[in-house]
């Protein structure tokens, strides 16, 4: 999986030019992840808030999860689909956290991979300091039924 990753993040770095803001540069090193040229140590959690009893992703809570992960020390949050609002993204930032952006296979068209919209995702936050790298998709090998079996 790491390899997946590391290689969409290169790929990315070739179509679209540096990965975060111009003062921040994300690149490979070896087996190493590096921002600014310093190995970047991810500790890290999958990040889906979902109130009990509801479907929906929520970020009423946001700032009390930041101060639970900030505690916990928490350097990066991996979500299952694209945070579209900068402001999330930004309080993310301040709390001086990475997100590690998960593009799904089919998500009728919300900056998913089948219709290809998750390029205008990366364009749109490409230079958001948040944003560690986006990754494409989670557990395919469960769901052969996304790739006609």
């Not at 770095?13 to 600014?36: H, M, P, Y």
């Not at 990066?76 to 998960?102: C, E, F, N, Q």
């Amino acid at each position: 999986m790491l390899k997946v990753i590391i290689v969409f993040m290169v790929a990315t770095t070739a179509l679209f030019g540096c990965i975060g803001n111009e003062s921040q540069v994300v690149t490979v090193s070896g087996r190493s992840i590096c921002i600014d040229e310093v190995p970047f140590f991810i500790k890290g959690v999958c990040y889906k808030p979902v109130p009990i009893g509801s479907n929906e992703t929520s970020f009423a809570n946001l700032d009390e999860d930041l101060k639970l992960m900030n505690e916990a020390g928490i350097n990066t949050i991996r979500v299952y689909s694209p945070i579209d609002d900068p402001s999330v993204l930004d309080k993310i930032h301040a709390a001086g956290i990475k997100v590690i952006i998960d593009f799904g296979y089919n998500q009728d068209g919300f900056y998913d991979i089948l219709s290809g919209s998750y390029i205008e995702y990366v364009k749109k936050y490409m230079h958001h300091e948040a944003i560690l790298f986006w990754e494409l998709g989670n557990e395919f090998n469960y769901h052969p039924e996304w790739f006609e079996g």
